[in-house]
């Protein structure tokens, strides 16, 4: 029987969804978090085709903490 209250070490681990959001060519496809070493990301994915026609993903990350940082700085009224 399994402990419903089991944690999980998530060090090193993510998880990326489809993003029902896009509404632009510019939006990531996909979108998650992951954590490297203790330290929490978010990363997105845009569906992209190389010049020869092959399939892949291209990647962008940012560290949790400093979009905090950005939303609280846009709230500032000075």
């Known amino acids: 029987m399994s402990d419903s209250t ?3 070490d998530n060090t090193n681990r ?3 969804f489809k993003n029902n959001r ?4 510019t939006h990531p496809d996909l979108g998650g978090t992951i954590n490297v070493e203790g330290k929490d990301f978010f990363i997105n994915a845009w569906k992209k085709e190389s010049k020869k026609g092959v399939p892949f993903y291209s990647l962008s990350v940012k560290v949790k903490e ?3 940082k950005e939303a609280v700085k846009s709230e500032e009224p000075f």
């Open 22 to 25: 896009k509404e632009k060519d």
């Open 14 to 16: 993510g998880a990326m």
């Open 66 to 68: 400093a979009v905090a």
């Open 6 to 8: 089991q944690e999980y």
